[in-house]
């Protein structure tokens, strides 16, 4: 074992891991992501989940978020952007803000 993190709770028939990426996502070390969609087929949300390992085989979660939410056939999307140093997050249903015009 590498290293090791607690797991989600099951919250629904749709719980699952969408996607698992490594990288540095610009933070200068490196991270993994996680999507995890959790709820049911009709109310569900999907978020990203970035850990870090720590030196004691443990991975450190450094950011949870949800990223869409569904509810029947409304779907309410956010994003990530990543950037050198940190992230900018817009939660879904949030309306974009127009940083210049």
Same mark, same amino acid.
């Given at each position: 074992?590498?290293?090791?993190?607690?797991?989600?709770?099951?919250?629904?028939?749709?719980?699952?891991?969408?996607?698992?990426?490594?990288?540095?996502?610009?933070?200068?070390?490196?991270?993994?992501?996680?999507?995890?969609?959790?709820? =049911?087929?009709? $109310?569900?949300?999907?978020?990203?989940? /970035? !850990?870090? &390992?720590? *030196?004691? +085989?443990?991975?450190?979660?450094?950011?949870?978020?949800?990223?869409?939410?569904?509810?029947?056939?409304?779907?309410?999307? =956010?994003?990530? $952007?990543?950037?050198?140093?940190?992230? /900018? !997050?817009? &939660?879904? *249903?949030? +309306?974009?803000?127009?940083?210049?015009?």
């Amino acid at each position: 074992m590498i290293a090791s993190a607690p797991g989600f709770v099951e919250t629904g028939s749709a719980d699952d891991l969408e996607a698992l990426a490594t990288g540095d996502a610009k933070l200068g070390f490196p991270v993994i992501a996680l999507a995890v969609t959790m709820g =049911g087929h009709r $109310v569900s949300t999907t978020s990203l989940v /970035l !850990y870090a &390992a720590s *030196g004691e +085989r443990q991975l450190d979660q450094l950011f949870s978020a949800p990223i869409e939410a569904r509810d029947g056939d409304e779907r309410f999307i =956010g994003s990530i $952007v990543f950037v050198p140093g940190y992230l /900018l !997050y817009r &939660a879904p *249903g949030d +309306r974009p803000e127009h940083l210049a015009r």
